[in-house]
């Protein structure tokens, strides 16, 4: 009741900002003017004003796209705003582990440095679907495209953080509905992605989002080891209406919303804690945590697991590297 009440009155946390906090707000003190920034899902929603606010503080943009049209359609938007603005548009597609590689192919022919990583691109699927490498649509897209993405970029983060002296940034958006599943991860995404009539998407979004933050918790671990001058941070947008509801358009949805509409963010107050991570001085050298309303806080007891955040990454290795299931190879075999 008081963490509601808090909220409501967007109390002020320990780093000074809370849920009533915007993107401007917590970066008015930020310059960005030697940054490059990777942002995913950054043409509608909480990515593009995430993508807006970095470019007013002078960063330098490569937005990843599966609709070019609406990627420029932001680029435009971002250079009318920001006429100095360097944003570069680029084709991607997270549910394919094919075109995730072709994109980092493509990014490292430009030579350009990386410091800022914002996996932020977000699917709900209504329907179930299986992608073209054989992983429940939800999870390809939320989790395991972001998941290589990283994997294949974060050499060139540890590089630019080295050649420039300032820490590299990775930020994972994840959702605090990732406490609503306390099963065994791995068992159950294999289970839904052959069985669609036991699909439940709530519960698929779910254990996406729970992956994010076992992603995170597992790669900071990753990135000490090594020495690397490179964070890693998960956080919690809060509730707010995006696109993200699209396959679910319709008067039950609406209704939701109004009834919850005194606990929704607007956009760019839900763009204020991927912001705040990825760019703010207090911040810097704080990794593997869960951010909500620019604080830290705690995720679920599963997100916080050791042995799952190893468990899944294993797991996420043999899924990017398996041969097409097609050809008769299926990514989950041994992690039953």
């Known amino acids: 009741m ?51 606010v970095l470019a007013k503080r002078g960063a330098r943009l490569v937005l990843p796209a599966r609709n070019q049209k609406a990627a420029e359609e932001t680029k435009a938007r971002i250079q009318s705003e920001f006429p100095g603005a360097e944003v570069l548009i680029m084709p991607l597609d997270l549910s394919s582990l094919s075109s995730v590689r072709n994109f980092v192919s493509e990014f490292e022919s430009l030579n350009l440095p990386l410091n800022l990583l914002i996996n932020n691109a977000g699917k709900f699927s209504h329907k179930h679907a299986v992608s073209e490498d054989g992983i429940e649509m939800t999870f390809a897209t939320n989790f395991l495209g972001h998941f290589l993405l990283t994997k294949l970029l974060v050499e060139k983060m540890i590089e630019t953080a080295k050649t420039t002296g300032v820490e590299g940034r990775i930020v994972n958006v994840s959702s605090s509905i990732h406490g609503w599943f306390s099963g065994d991860l791995i068992p159950y995404l294999e289970h839904i992605t052959r069985n669609k009539s036991d699909y439940d998407a709530t519960c698929a979004y779910a254990i996406s989002k729970l992956a994010n933050i076992l992603h995170t918790k597992e790669l900071a671990n990753r990135l000490q080891g090594m020495g690397a001058n490179v964070s890693v941070n998960c956080v919690h947008p809060g509730i707010v209406r995006t696109r993200l509801t699209r396959d679910r358009e319709g008067f039950l949805t609406d209704l939701v919303f109004f009834l919850t509409s005194k606990l929704l963010k607007t956009i760019p107050q839900a763009a204020a804690t991927t912001c705040y991570v990825a760019t703010h001085a207090k911040t810097k050298g704080i990794t593997g945590k869960y951010f909500a309303d620019c604080n830290e806080a705690s995720p679920s007891k599963l997100a916080t697991s050791s042995i799952q955040a190893a468990r899944l990454w294993s797991a996420s290795e043999a899924m990017v590297t398996s041969p097409d299931p097609k050809f008769g190879a299926y990514p989950f075999n041994g992690f039953d």
């Open 2 to 52: 008081l963490d509601t009440l808090k909220y409501l009155l967007g109390w002020k946390g320990p780093s000074g900002y809370g849920s009533k906090s915007t993107a401007d707000q917590v970066t008015s003190s930020v310059d960005l003017r030697s940054s490059t920034a990777i942002i995913t899902g950054a043409t509608s929603g909480i990515g593009a004003e995430t993508a807006r």
